[in-house]
């Protein structure tokens, strides 16, 4: 044959690749336009109920929030429900999105054929997740927006503080997502454990009250949950006027987590990527 | 470089085999439970996909890899292009291994599989084949260049800014036929090319299949169309059971029954009696039947080494049970005789 290759390996080729998958995948996300609705009223619906029930239980006259505050040191109970909640939610989406991303294409067909390329396999996964977390941060910023507007709430902490948390919890946020996309591909289905860690979340991490009022097993538990400490710091952060010091503990574990839970997606990754080459498991339905 | 583009020695595929499936069991029994809490596990049963194949595939040629469904095909091809890694034996593809060098044999292929399913409906046309240039590795001012010849070749210049979900099958395939020719890979692996497409698809697509071995493609074909097989392969392996049972041209493969006449008939009201009576009939082999449609018609293929003598047995057989002889041919053998006189089956069971 005379016609000369067109492929030209190399680490800029290998950035160009992960691109196409981000810009494909934000392509695709945007021709589904029901995500508009998603980003305006699921922050308003989903904490709606928890924040109607401590209104209903911190009594007419309001004496329940001393309890709240004694407990937490804030007085801004919404917020603090507010808050927790869409931590909850973010991981609730990372299981679904990203935990789902190579289990979708896999059902669309298209998995084989972005396996056949001689693209750096892991890039598929990352590159799925920038486009979903670009779309988190603009939930989140609605979600602030409506909480101070609608909701009434003070956010006297700092922005800078809270999106420095943030950036600090999207590696262990998201490598459990890629640990668990990795299961999906070969269990080819996993609700149940999707179910099972948002339950987890939503017992041992304090989504919508302190930890201090768990018992002592309940509350050993939720050190070990990388949320745990995400929650805390983005209200600290938030909601109050600490400052760094407030959250520094929070932001050192969430970067032991978030090496340990890349680390997990990462390798789990490749266990599932050598394993589906023995089992044909990648062009299964 | 070796003279071979796709060498391929011995590779055989197993898979733990699962209930129920159909799939044949071919070592032990079920495996039994495991004698609690340290005994050993029985081993898994495993079904045996790819059972020993070898192929040498000459640079530049078209290669038709034929066979009914489940004979291997499709397996034999995700090894080759790395989506499988065998269970033992080695191939090569334009003298990369596919398991220790897979990254270049990925670079030297490109490869038809799952024709629409592999592409996203939600992109254009020329979305998708950018989104693939950029998996290549191709620079992008080239890719662009690269995916408006493809365009154009394909005969999708209308509606190349169109999502593909709007397409026809038939461009959808096209689309995907672009997407393996990106790279200018000198190798491609056609898995069913033509399924599913209308008979003017196909046939288009056919004329593409050999323009491509013209500009120096070498091509592994896999097809369970036998006529697609002898139009366009150079030369042909039959595969059944994962074997490949006998190789060679088209025309080669057919002289082997040469010696042997296709009685062709067509019959109102077959029945098993008088199968079975001109299966008696000394001479005739390979007798096979099938239905036409919903009316009583049957279509009746057998083999037979001298068809002068058989006929007249035969139509009195035909005549004597209340049967009609609607019409009656010998012709020549073809690829799906050669098949049923190695295997006893026809192809498309």
């Known amino acids: 044959m005379n016609a000369k290759s067109l492929t030209t390996p190399g680490f800029s080729s290998d950035f160009s690749a992960l691109w196409a998958v981000v810009r494909r995948e934000w392509t695709i996300f945007i021709r589904y336009p029901s995500w508009i609705i998603a980003l305006f009223i699921w922050p308003v619906i989903f904490p709606m109920g928890y924040i109607l029930t401590a209104r209903a239980l911190s009594g007419v006259d309001g004496s329940g929030l001393t ?13 603090y429900i507010a808050v927790g909640t869409m931590i909850w939610m973010w991981q609730n989406i990372v299981l679904w999105a990203v935990g789902y991303s190579l289990r979708n294409e896999q059902m669309r067909g298209t998995l084989e054929s972005n396996w056949l390329s001689p693209t750096w396999r892991f890039a598929y996964l990352l590159g799925s997740s920038i486009p979903q977390l670009v779309s988190m941060f603009m939930l989140m910023l609605v979600s ?12 006297s902490g700092s922005l800078w503080l809270t999106l420095l948390v943030i950036l600090t919890a999207i590696p ?85 987590f ?6 997990v997606g990462y390798a789990l990754f490749n266990m599932m990527e050598r394993r589906a080459r023995q089992t044909g498991a990648i062009g299964q339905y | 470089m070796s003279e071979f583009a796709i060498e391929a020695t011995q590779l055989v595929k197993k898979f733990p085999a699962r209930p129920g ?4 069991q071919e070592s032990a029994p079920a495996p039994k439970r495991r004698q609690w809490p340290f005994g050993k596990r029985e081993p898994k049963a495993m079904f045996t996909a790819v059972n020993g194949v070898d192929l040498y595939i000459e640079r530049g040629e078209i290669f038709g890899l034929l066979g009914p469904n489940g004979a291997g095909k499709s397996t034999t091809i995700r090894m080759l292009c790395t989506l499988l890694e065998p269970t033992s034996g080695t191939a090569r593809v334009h003298g990369f ?5 897979a990254n270049e044999v990925r670079r030297s292929l490109g490869t038809l599989l799952a024709g629409e399913r592999s592409i996203y409906w ?12 950029a998996l290549y590795h191709i620079p992008s001012a080239v890719a662009k260049q690269r995916v408006e010849e493809l365009i154009e070749r394909m005969e999708l210049k209308d509606r190349a800014n169109e999502l593909v979900e709007k397409y026809s099958t038939g461009m959808r395939q096209r689309v995907a036929i672009a997407k393996a020719l990106l790279a200018r890979p000198p190798i491609l692996l056609l898995d069913e090319p033509t399924l599913g497409l209308d008979p003017q698809a196909a046939r288009r697509l ?62 109102m009201g077959w029945h098993d009696e008088i199968s079975d009576k001109i299966k008696n009939i000394s001479g005739i082999e390979n007798l096979m039947s099938r239905q036409q449609g919903e009316a009583d018609l049957w279509e009746v293929n057998m083999q037979a080494r001298n068809s002068r003598a058989a006929l007249p047995r035969i139509v009195e057989h035909i005549s004597g049970n209340g049967t009609r002889l609607v019409n009656m041919n010998i012709v020549k053998p073809s690829l799906e005789d050669v098949f049923i006189h190695l295997t006893g089956k026809a192809l498309r069971d």
């Open chain 2, 97 to 101: 291994d596919i398991v220790r060098q």
């Open chain 1, 144 to 155: 602030g927006l409506e909480y101070a507007f609608l909701f009434k709430v003070n956010f």
């Open chain 1, 172 to 256: 262990s946020v998201y490598g459990l997502g890629f640990a668990f996309a990795s299961v999906v591909i070969t269990a080819k289905e996993a609700n149940a454990f999707v179910f099972l860690v948002r339950g987890i979340v939503m017992i041992f991490c304090g989504i919508t009250y302190p930890l201090a009022i768990l018992p002592d097993w309940m509350q050993a538990v939720s050190k070990w949950l990388p949320q745990t400490y995400i929650i805390h710091a983005v209200r600290t952060a938030a909601l109050s006027t600490e400052g760094f010091s407030g959250v520094a503990f929070d932001l050192k574990m969430l970067a032991l």
């Open chain 2, 21 to 24: 499936t159909g799939n044949k």
């Open chain 1, 258 to 263: 978030g090496i340990f839970w890349l680390a």
């Open chain 2, 122 to 133: 939600k992109l254009t046309g020329r979305e998708n084949l950018e989104y693939f240039a």
């Open chain 2, 206 to 267: 056919r004329e593409l299949i050999a323009e491509l071995k013209q500009e120096g493609h070498t091509i592994l074909l896999t097809t369970h169309y036998m006529e697609e097989a002898d139009q366009l392969s150079d030369r042909i392996g039959i595969i059944d059971t994962g074997k490949v049972i006998a190789l060679g041209t088209p025309e080669g493969l057919k002289r082997r029954i040469e010696q042997k006449e296709v009685i062709r008939l067509e019959v």
């Open chain 1, 67 to 79: 309890t709240f505050q004694n407990t937490t040191g804030l007085t801004e109970y919404v917020g």
